[in-house]
């Protein structure tokens, strides 16, 4: 059974750091591209970070230079370092696998979801 945990979420301040992590159970991890995406209160979802099995990173404009995707092999876990959050920045955040080399685009074409740790950014 594929399981994918998120923790790490909670309320922060604006201009405040969180970090999330997600545990892998059930996929061989060390060959998954992985990734997180948010979900927004009105619904729309957006891919903020990828990560390749290789280790290549990549980012959505709107978070780059603030957020940091790693991973470690070794304990099945991918993280998200979140700096500098904004309260626009209130959602979901999901973490996501792919069984594959290139990650896709859209979280629809991902292999696997984990359910979300929620993240809400407000003084």
């Known amino acids: 059974q594929v399981q994918l945990v998120e923790s790490g979420g909670g309320l922060v301040q604006p201009g405040g750091s969180l970090r999330l992590s997600c545990d892998a159970s059930?996929?061989?991890?060390?060959?998954?591209?992985m990734g997180w995406f948010r979900q927004f209160p009105g619904g729309q979802r957006e891919i903020i970070a990828t990560?390749?099995?290789?280790?290549?990173?990549r980012y959505t404009d709107s978070v780059k230079g603030r957020f940091t995707i790693s991973r470690d092999d070794a304990q099945n876990t991918v993280y998200l370092q979140l700096n500098d959050l904004k309260p626009e920045e209130t959602a979901v955040y999901h973490c996501?696998?792919?069984?594959?080399?290139?990650?896709?685009?859209?979280?629809?074409?991902?292999?696997?979801w984990g359910q979300g740790t929620q993240v809400t950014v407000s003084s």
């Open positions: 990560i390749t099995a290789r280790g290549t990173a």
């Open positions: 996501i696998s792919y069984r594959g080399s290139i990650p896709p685009s859209t979280p629809y074409e991902y292999d696997y």
């Open positions: 059930g996929i061989m991890f060390s060959i998954n591209a």
